[in-house]
């Protein structure tokens, strides 16, 4: 045991000096994070050497190294690398006997008494930056050479481990879970006893190790651990994007006015300095101006979204879109960018008027111009798919010449175009982007034989299907203290999701009905009840009572859009009436031209007479609760009578949607009865993302940074670490707007496609909808009903007047207490069952106790909204799915927004590139289950005919 945990220690130290040295020289992630615990000894102490020198300079990394080794020269500076190798280590052997003497205890920190014994040793890793002496250009020469020598090496290195079929980042430390002494290589748990640090400005913060119970972010969340929640609210106010810019450095820069910045260029936000010919594009941050021209094509997010600040100072985009706190790349890629600095008064005006307003207002003209394009685009497509029918129609009688046609298309032909028919058997393909359509299309290609890579920006796969860690309850309410919940996708009604549930199945991955209750409780002057939604009564202070005519207006409208869609799909035909419902029927066939496939739903409740009240303090608070939106103007009237199956507002006392009665929980409860959900939670949802990744190569925290077509017809993906592979298919499951950016070779039309599709924080970025706290609070809910709505509502939604600006205020309570099933808390009696809820949205003169806050959570980018718009993209990207084998699949390039629409569109771009559909009739075990296979199927022709992508009819065995 003592020479095992020997070895332990030696590696991780190396591993942690590796990575805080790397951290403070702010270097990339191949020469300060990566392959440390897997190359050589030689290559460790050149990788020391580099970051040591970068870090410090030559001359101090040499005093470093003689304190080290007293029989060093002191004040010997080494001239190359193999000088300063001899000198830090004194050889290959030394190597060990340096390691041993810097232990992992001098990374984790020592008890109080312990500390000024412990400073006073010697420590490379706690080198003060800010006393070094400044670097010279002779030895930032030599540690570029270094640089350069570690980078070859580890290249050589690592294109060795994949020659020998090992993984070249597999790390040879075993997991432990932090006991001290380890009784076997393989050990449960993760690596829990190094620290981890973040990067603050010019100086580096210890965050303690990671088994201490300090918040930590996840994903988009920021959990507490045990501590008080408190500490997980200081850390989000801390957590912001510090950039790494020396004072002596910020005083050189020049000064500059902001109005200047602002209006002396050919258009808002563009400015034309008087050495420059050509406008450029500025934002400010901190008092600091930054030059962003050339980096706004380079953005990760896309370019529509930075240029949407231009002019503007970039905190409050920080502050709404989170991911830039969570690492410290944003901070790396503004600090050279920065071309001078603000007066103190400049720099206030510049924070003051850059506020959620200013970015709406941006977004919103930059999404005008993109809408006017799109209507050009909508309006010629009919022309487009005359053109694409008759090249195909030509290549079934010439092929040579239905593909010399397609080649001079500026749209793809599917089965013509380069690209867009089916890949030979066993191709590789990129999947862009780890949710559930990426990770949908990868399994099903791996499935079929191919070989598929998976990028995922965040540090797991999930997407929107993200979980939650509650924990650190004093009275021990859980069994093992910790359950994982879900957050933003929590049920799902089958007979609508026939697809994922067939794959959920398929997978092993059990469900549980889930039965659901909204609780609406409006506190509007004037308009004041409350509301059960699955309760059809409407007694005295109930808002269906309240507003009794609207409710009726309401069922009318939905129930005449219902009709007129009927007819245009055809549902009245002989042949359709065994079908079972579908959400996808709406846009098949005639369908197309129901003009309720873009006209909104509220137009046609305000036609007929219905309220602004009701719309403002009933139907948006209720399906806000579901979307995660609250700007359902744009709604598609087609869409209506689809929730209202789900999720009805005039239910029917035990109608099949809703359950009305007695149960333990009250003597008059009432749900809706149409969901289900993953049996284990949380850990179910992982499981699905786990089990469908089994056969595919996963990169997580892996950015995709540049995708470019080469004349072979291969695709030439490089990954933000300079990694490169050519593939033959790649799709793209990331948001629309990062896609322009990544994609090289997209043209004017990809342009005006990809720009046009809007999210909810477009339109709100700082709403309580798109920031959420995590908590055990029950305060927040009125205290009448409190008791109530803890037992037995799965949402509580309160509905407030603002007194400051008179704006509707929609507060959601999410009671995950209710919507977490599985061992732990389902299982709870319900006098005993802890406070859980995620809360968006607090009402004025709210708050939480800062005591009982578990994290916090951020939702930008990941819903688009229910819009004609949205729709009018989507049908129009058919135009170029498939185009230099290109695919595009998520949740945008579908008509509604939810988990089968998804993955399904994974499934119809695997389809494409020559994937099985995956769920054949023929796979089906008994009568029941081939009758809901070809349900199943036909969901996926329609998708598919949706989304206008085909495979060309080339592989007839596809299906």
């Known amino acids: 045991p003592h020479r095992k945990k020997s070895q332990r220690n030696r590696m991780l130290a190396r591993r942690s000096l590796a990575r805080v040295a790397g951290a403070r020289a702010a270097l990339p992630r191949p020469q300060g994070v990566r392959s440390f615990s897997s190359v050589n000894n030689q290559s460790r102490i050149g990788v020391l050497a580099s970051v040591t020198i970068t870090t410090t300079g030559l001359g101090v990394a040499a005093a470093a190294a003689a304190k080290y080794n007293p029989a060093l020269a002191d004040g010997v500076v080494p001239s190359s690398l193999d000088e300063f190798k001899a000198m830090l280590f004194g050889g290959e052997e030394a190597v060990e006997e340096v390691v041993e003497q810097f232990t992992v205890e001098d990374l984790l920190g020592k008890p109080k008494a312990e500390e000024a014994e412990a400073e006073a040793k010697p420590s490379m890793a706690r080198v003060d ?73 010019s100086t580096l913060v210890g965050t303690g190790p990671r088994n201490s119970p300090g918040p930590r972010p996840t994903d988009d969340f920021a959990q507490a651990g045990k501590l008080d929640g408190k500490d997980v609210l200081e850390a989000r106010a801390a957590a912001k994007v510090e950039v790494p810019i020396d004072e002596a450095d910020l005083a050189q820069l020049p000064l500059m006015s902001l109005d200047e910045l602002r209006s002396s260029g050919s258009s808002e936000g563009m400015a034309k300095l008087p050495d420059e010919k050509e406008d450029r594009m ?15 094509d380079q953005h990760p997010g896309g370019r529509e979204l930075l240029v949407t600040a231009k002019g503007l100072d970039l905190g409050h985009f920080f502050e709404n879109y989170t991911v830039h706190t969570q690492t410290d790349k944003a901070a790396r890629w503004l600090a050279p960018l920065a071309v001078g600095r603000l007066s103190s008064a400049d720099a206030l005006r510049s924070r003051e008027e850059s506020g959620p307003d200013a970015h709406v207002r941006s977004r919103m003209q930059l999404l005008g111009r993109a809408r006017r394009k799109l209507l050009l685009v909508t309006a010629s497509l009919p022309a487009w798919l005359t053109v694409r029918a008759f090249v195909r129609m030509v290549g079934w009688v010439l092929p040579s010449l239905g593909r010399a046609i397609a080649s ?33 299309a990868a399994w099903n290609l791996a499935e079929s034989g191919f070989k598929v890579t998976v990028f995922e920006a965040r540090q797991q796969c999930s997407g929107n299907a993200r979980t939650f860690d509650w924990h650190g309850y004093e009275d021990g309410a859980f069994e093992n203290d910790t359950v994982k919940s879900c957050v933003s996708v929590t049920a799902w009604p089958p007979i609508f999701y026939k697809n994922y549930t067939a794959l959920l199945d398929r997978i092993g991955v059990e469900t549980v009905p889930m039965p659901l209750s909204w609780f609406l409780n409006s506190k509007v002057e004037g308009c004041e009840g409350t509301l059960w939604a699955a309760d059809p009564s409407a007694p005295d202070g109930s808002l269906r009572k309240r507003f009794a005519k609207d409710f009726a207006r309401y069922d009318m409208v939905q129930r005449f859009v219902s009709s007129t869609t009927d007819f245009f799909t055809g549902t009245w035909m002989p042949w359709k009436w065994n079908d079972m419902p579908s959400m996808y029927a709406n846009h098949t066939g005639f369908g197309m031209l129901n003009p309720f496939n873009t006209y909104p739903l509220y137009n046609c409740f305000r036609m007929v007479g219905g309220s602004q009240e009701w719309w403002d303090i009933v139907f948006t608070p ?36 809703t359950f009305n009665g007695p149960t333990k929980k009250d003597s008059d409860d009432c749900n809706i009865t149409t969901c289900v959900t993953w049996k284990d939670a949380g850990k179910g949802m992982r499981d699905v993302f786990a089990r469908l990744t089994e056969k595919v190569d996963v990169k997580t925290a892996t950015r995709v940074v540049d995708v470019k077509v080469l004349p072979n017809g291969k695709k030439l993906v490089r990954d933000e670490y300079d990694n490169v592979m050519e593939v033959d298919r790649v799709i793209f499951a990331c ?112 708050s939480i106790d800062d005591k009982l806050v578990r994290g916090t959570a951020n939702h930008a980018r990941a819903h688009p909204l229910y819009s004609g718009w949205n729709v009018a993209a989507m049908l129009s990207l058919r135009l170029v799915q498939g185009k230099d084998g290109v695919y595009y699949c998520a949740n945008w390039t579908t008509p ?64």
């Open 129 to 201: 930056r800010e006393a070094r002496p400044p670097t010279q250009e002779g030895e930032v020469a030599v540690a570029k050479g270094i640089e350069e020598e570690v980078n070859a090496q580890l290249v050589d290195e690592e294109a060795a481990a994949i020659a020998e079929g090992r993984d070249p980042f597999a790390s040879q430390v075993a997991e432990c879970d932090g006991a001290a002494e380890c009784s076997s290589a393989e050990c449960s748990g993760a690596l829990i006893d190094e620290p981890s640090y973040i990067n603050s400005g």
């Open 282 to 296: 500025f934002a400010t941050y901190e008092g600091v101006v930054y030059d962003l021209t050339e980096f706004v």
């Open 408 to 440: 001079i298309l500026p749209v793809a032909v599917p089965g013509y175009s380069r690209g867009a028919e089916c890949a030979p058997e066993g191709a590789s393909v990129v999947v862009i982007g780890g949710g559930i359509a990426g990770v949908g």
């Open 622 to 657: 209720m399906y806000t609760a579901s979307f995660l939106v609250d700007e359902l103007r744009p709604f598609p009237a087609v869409f209506g009578p689809l929730i209202e199956a789900q999720i009805p507002l005039i239910p029917h006392k035990n109608d099949g949607r």
């Open 735 to 846: 948001p629309s707007n990062a896609v322009g950016n990544i994609l090289k070779d997209h043209g004017p039309l990809e342009d005006t496609i990809l720009s046009a599709p809007v999210y909810a924080d477009d339109h709100h970025p700082s709403t309580g909808h798109m920031h959420a706290v995590m908590h055990s609070d029950g305060s927040v809910i009125d205290e009448k009903y409190r008791d109530t709505i803890l037992t037995r509502a799965s949402n509580y939604v309160e509905i407030t007047r603002n007194k400051s600006d008179g704006h509707i205020n929609i507060e959601n309570q999410y009671n995950f207490g209710v919507q977490t099933p599985g061992p732990g808390v389902f299982d709870i009696p319900l006098e005993k069952k802890p406070v859980m809820l995620i809360s968006h949205a607090l009402g004025e003169g709210k």
């Open 896 to 959: 509604g927004n939810c988990h089968d629409m998804s993955l399904l569109s994974g499934f119809v771009v695997a389809n494409a590139c020559g994937a099985k559909y995956p769920f054949p009739e023929s796979a089906a075990r008994d009568a029941s289950e081939k009758k809901w296979f070809n349900e199943c199927y036909k969901d996926f022709n329609r998708m598919r005919d949706l989304m206008g992508v085909s495979h060309g009819g080339v592989r007839p065995d596809l299906h």
